[in-house]
Structures are given as structure tokens and as C-alpha cells.
């Protein structure tokens, strides 16, 4: 089992990444007509599709597929959010970039500092109905594990749930910033769809990782 985030290792996660937003763009388009304007899926699918175009054949360092993925969101992506996802990717990136391997530890710095800016970009905090929301239960969950000693898999499978928790405990909020903060109490009982993508973000960290390691252990060789 891996216990650093490798280039290879990172190339999955994005692709892992991508794949679990396409297909859900179905679900995240009907959830975002309940609380914005339904067109959240489809500009993450187009963003993601572009970004896989632009990914490295052989990426030098774990911060290469996220360079990607944010110079595409941040200079193709439409709607409220693409520009915000474009930055949390950018501190992935900054992240990884220049090191030949991310821990448990850097993946948690990353996560750290892209709450930081999406909050400050974004001007959301906990509870607004945002991808915040998601974001903060599993940069908390990553420190804390990094702190504890617990292995690469474990810190990103408690992140994942974590994520995956907040994301849903949106689906009780009532939306305070965007177009959410106008539809009142006709979106809850559904959640957020960035907090979501949020949620299927570190789902497919983990799964780069566990499901994917062989591969990409292979990739890098011993390590």
C-alpha cells in the first residue's frame, strides 16, 4: 500500500476525479436545477474533459495533473464555482509541484490552504451551503490524521467520509451565498452539488491509492 501521493499516484486521483464527476453529471446537474441554475454538471464534465486533454503523458511530480486541472478551470471553466474549483486545485498543485512524492502530511497543507481561499474568494463560511461545507470536515480530518500518525489510506478514506458527510449534512441548509440564497427552502432536502464534488474529490484520492496502487506502484517502481 502506498504511503506517498506519486506523480502516478496523482494522475489517477485526477482521472478518478474526472470519471466519478461524469458520471454523475446527471445527479449533479438535477442538483444544482434545485438550487441554482442546472448547469453545475455539465460546466464541471466540460471542464474535466479539457483538463484530461491537458494532462501530462509522464507528469514529474504529484503537483503536475493539478497544474492541469486548475490552469483549465481557471481559464475555461464557466459558472459561480469553476473559478473557485480552479483555485482549490491550484493549491494541490502548489503542493505537489517541485517534490517527487506528497504525504499524508502535504495532502493535508494542501487541503489546509484550498479551504483558505475558497473561503476568502468566495466569501463562504460553514453552513452557507457551500463547497466550504465540505471542504472544511475533511481538511479538519486530514490534520488531525497527520498529526496522529495514521497511514496515507486511512487519512484519505476518513477525509473522503468526512467530505461525503458534509456534503450531505447540506442538504438541511439554507443557502446563503449565490443563486441558492434566492430559491429559500425549495432546495433542502438535497445537497450542495460542489460540496459533492467536494465529497468525490477525496473519494478518488483514496481509491488512487488503494484500488489503483498496483499500477501505479508499477509506474514508479519501487519507492
Known amino acids: 500500500m502506498a ?10 486521483w485526477v482521472r478518478g476525479f474526472a470519471a466519478a464527476i461524469t458520471d454523475a453529471d446527471d445527479h449533479l446537474t438535477d442538483l444544482d436545477r434545485r438550487s441554482g441554475d442546472g448547469d453545475f454538471g455539465t460546466n464541471m464534465v466540460t471542464g ?12 514529474d511530480s504529484p503537483g503536475a495533473p493539478f497544474q492541469a486541472l486548475s490552469d483549465t478551470f481557471l481559464s475555461h471553466s464557466g ?30 497543507e494542501a487541503a489546509e490552504r484550498g479551504w483558505a481561499t475558497v473561503t476568502r474568494l468566495g466569501s463562504a463560511k ?17 490534520g488531525r490524521s497527520a498529526a496522529e ?10 477525509a473522503a467520509e468526512a467530505a461525503e ?6 442538504s438541511e441548509l439554507l443557502g446563503r451565498k449565490g443563486r ?3 430559491v429559500g427552502d425549495a432546495a433542502l432536502g438535497a445537497p450542495d ?13 483514496h481509491a488512487s491509492v488503494t484500488q489503483g496502487a498496483d499500477g501505479a506502484d508499477e509506474a514508479n517502481g519501487p519507492g
Not at 506517498?4 to 499516484?9: E, G, L, R, T, V
Not at 452557507?128 to 479538519?140: H, K, N, Q
Not at 458527510?165 to 447540506?170: I, K, L, R
Request: neutral net charge.
Open 180 to 182: 441558492t440564497s434566492y
Open 193 to 205: 452539488p460542489g460540496a459533492v464534488a467536494i465529497g468525490l474529490f477525496f473519494r478518488a484520492a
Open 149 to 158: 500518525g495514521r497511514s496515507l489510506e486511512e487519512g484519505l478514506r476518513k
Open 79 to 108: 459558472g459561480t464555482s469553476g473559478p473557485l474549483f480552479g483555485m482549490w486545485f491550484r493549491d494541490f498543485a502548489k503542493a505537489g509541484n517541485g517534490t517527487p512524492a506528497l504525504t499524508l502530511a502535504g495532502v493535508a
Open 126 to 142: 460553514v453552513g452557507d451551503r457551500t463547497m466550504v461545507d465540505a471542504i472544511a470536515p475533511a481538511a479538519e480530518s486530514l
Open 3 to 12: 504511503d506517498q501521493i506519486s506523480p502516478a499516484h496523482a494522475d489517477l
Open 165 to 170: 458527510s458534509g456534503a450531505q449534512g447540506t
Open 48 to 59: 474535466l474533459r479539457r483538463a484530461l486533454a491537458a494532462l501530462p503523458e509522464d507528469p
